[in-house]
């Protein structure tokens, strides 16, 4: 090789020089470092793609496909209550009177003094003359009347824990957070089950007047007891719910929550 292309020349060419290039030792050590990336790339792909399949493949297995919940609006039937009647008063009824009359000093003397045999009929002397009854001589002449005050109606208890209320108890942030929260912390296993069937679990519970949860159900049953155990121990794990209100003060109030899941395709 001249001295002058030396500088300029690869090593590889430099090293074959007068030899035969064509045998396969240049061109194999010529393309050595792009067949070597080459090769690496391909590994490292087929790697992450093994790793994504595993995930994928568990992810679809563990995790079901929750339904929207729908919550039923409560529904009041305003209850009058009819004001106690206080009844009227007996009327009494006076005895025999007759009325006496005071003297009147006039210029001319009229008499207004009863005859003597008025006098001796068994009647009483009042401020009026009326007919009636003989007189009781032991009772009073104008006894007080005696009015019967009727017992008031008590108004109807409330229960301690409503079926529905005025204003029904709500999880913190809505419907679409109690759907978040859910799909968050349950977990299923469909192994042996067939894919895209749907399980419904409906589970009962108390919302206290303080916004807890409490007394937690399960009133229709997803067929698996596993279904039933999860469910149940999600609800419990809720935070506290605004609580329900009832004539302008917190109540407890009974909650149904349905829970509808679907199988995933394998």
């Known amino acids: 090789m001249k001295p002058e292309l030396i500088l300029k020349a690869d090593m590889l060419d430099i090293l ?3 030899r035969n290039k064509e045998y396969g030792a240049y061109t194999l050590r010529r393309d050595y470092n792009g067949r070597l990336m080459r090769g690496i790339a391909v590994m490292f792909g087929v790697v992450l793609l093994f790793i994504a399949g595993t995930f994928w493949k568990m992810d ?3 995790v079901g496909n929750l339904i929207p919940i729908t919550l039923i609006d409560p529904e009041f039937t305003k209850i009058e209550f009819e004001k106690p009647k206080i009844p009227d008063p007996p009327k009494v009824q006076h005895a025999a009177s007759i009325q006496y009359t005071k003297p009147v000093i006039v210029q001319e003397a009229v008499s207004t003094v009863p005859e003597l045999e008025d006098l001796n009929k068994n009647v009483a002397i009042g401020t009026e003359t009326h007919d009636g009854p003989p007189p009781v001589l032991s009772a009073p002449v104008s006894p007080e009347p005696v009015v019967a005050i009727a017992a008031p109606i008590e108004a109807p208890k ?22 978040r929260f859910l799909q968050k912390n349950m977990r299923f296993e469909f192994e042996d089950m067939e894919a895209g069937s749907r399980i419904e679990i409906r589970c009962r519970f108390v919302v206290d007047k303080d916004g807890k949860v409490k007394a937690i159900e399960v009133t ?15 609800i419990a794990k809720m935070p506290d719910w605004k609580p329900g209100s009832q004539n302008g003060r917190n109540v407890a109030v009974y909650f149904t929550l349905p829970v509808i899941v679907e199988v995933p395709e394998q």
């Open 60 to 62: 679809k297995k563990r």
């Open 158 to 179: 409330e229960p301690e824990i409503l079926d529905r209320s005025e204003i029904m108890p709500e999880f913190p942030g809505g419907n679409a957070a109690m759907r």
């Open 220 to 234: 229709k049953t997803g067929g698996r007891n596993e279904f039933d155990k999860e469910v149940t121990r999600v």
């Open 16 to 18: 074959f020089e007068d």
